[in-house]
Nanobody
Framework: VQLQAFGGGLVQAGGFLRLSCAASGRTFSSYGMGWFRQAPGKEREFVAAISRSGGITNYADSVKGRFTISRDNAKNAVHLQMNSLKPEDTAVYYC????????????????WGQGTQVTVSS
């Protein structure tokens, strides 16, 4: 599967952004999908993931209650609604696909899109 993320930008603290990831291929619904992020000088970290059907989600503690992951299998897309953004959310955000359908962070996420920059100003 090929992935392309978009929707990043510059926003003030407390604001919101919606990231989207478009996927190619006819087997999109067989993948668990996730979002990860990497801040300057830091390792890439897990943000959120969603199961094949969209019925189960998983979030990092740092974004629970502020971010919502969703998917539209008919449109081969996954989204990340980010509310109440904080300066520490500043990072490059990547979407990723897990060909085993899992939603736990780990090596199962082996297809990656290019990142989209999110910058939150204080």
């Amino acid at each position: 599967v090929q992935l392309q993320a978009f929707g990043g930008g510059l926003v003030q603290a407390g604001g919101f952004l919606r990231l989207s990831c478009a996927a190619s291929g006819r087997t999109f619904s067989s993948y668990g999908m996730g979002w990860f992020r990497q801040a300057p000088g830091k390792e890439r970290e897990f943000v959120a993931a969603i199961s094949r059907s969209g019925g189960i989600t998983n979030y990092a503690d740092s974004v629970k209650g502020r971010f919502t992951i969703s998917r539209d299998n008919a449109k081969n897309a996954v989204h990340l609604q980010m509310n109440s953004l904080k300066p520490e959310d500043t990072a490059v955000y990547y979407c990723a696909a897990n060909r085993f359908g899992g939603i736990a962070p780990g090596p199962g996420f082996d297809s990656w899109g290019q990142g989209t920059q999110v910058t939150v100003s204080s």
